[in-house]
């Protein structure tokens, strides 16, 4: 049998841990389901991570540089109004394409906040999708030629609570016209918000 590279084993077993967090909850995801998943032997796990710890930090960290990416899409079109309700539809459409990866990352999120060798995973986690947020704005603001009636950094705040609301919301009911109902009023009152730049 031939011999995996290191770097090729990592990324198996850090998406066989993806799928059997997303399948089976975070209490399946021991090293030896992880290793089966993978089609790895166990002894290929302690090769590549020094712990389940270190294998779930980057898990955290790939799945996160997902999201990230996709909230970070900027859709201008027509008035700030418009702009916000199109990124935040595009955003929504990366929600409902990998329902999984929300599932995986919020589990995440909560084992972090609970887990002393993963302290301030959470918190990166957080700060990038703040400052997502707060260049997703700006961005609109500059675009559609407005400024904000309220710091950007609370605006982003607000954006990220309530995406983070909607989508869990939506984990649980699956009702898509509510979860886009949501996102386009949070659009139109945040859009409220904007006054002409001169």
């Not at 779930?56 to 996160?64: G, I, N």
């Not at 979860?179 to 386009?184: P, S």
């Amino acid at each position: 049998m031939a011999r995996v590279p290191a770097q090729e084993r990592r990324r198996q077993l850090v998406d066989a841990a993806f799928r059997v967090i997303g399948s089976e909850g975070f209490a399946a995801a021991t090293t030896r389901r992880v290793c089966a998943e993978a089609g790895a032997p166990l002894a290929a796990f302690h090769y590549c991570f020094a712990s389940k710890q270190e294998l779930l930090a980057e898990l955290t960290a790939q799945t996160m540089a997902g999201l990230v990416a996709a909230r970070a899409d900027v859709h201008v079109s027509g008035d700030v109004t418009q702009s916000l309700r199109a990124t935040l539809r595009g955003y929504w459409e990366t929600v409902e394409n990998d329902p999984n990866r929300e599932s995986v990352l919020m589990a995440l999120t909560q084992h972090a906040l609970h887990e002393p060798e993963l302290a301030g995973v959470a918190e990166q986690q957080y700060a990038a999708y703040h400052r997502t947020a707060r260049e997703t704005l700006e961005e609109i603001a500059d675009a559609c030629a407005v400024r904000w009636t309220l710091p950007v950094a609370q605006l982003a705040r607000m954006l990220v609570v309530v995406t983070d609301g909607v989508t869990l919301a939506w984990l649980v009911d699956r009702d898509s016209d509510a979860a886009r109902a949501a996102l386009d009023a949070f659009a139109d009152q945040l859009g409220g918000l904007a006054v002409g730049a001169g």
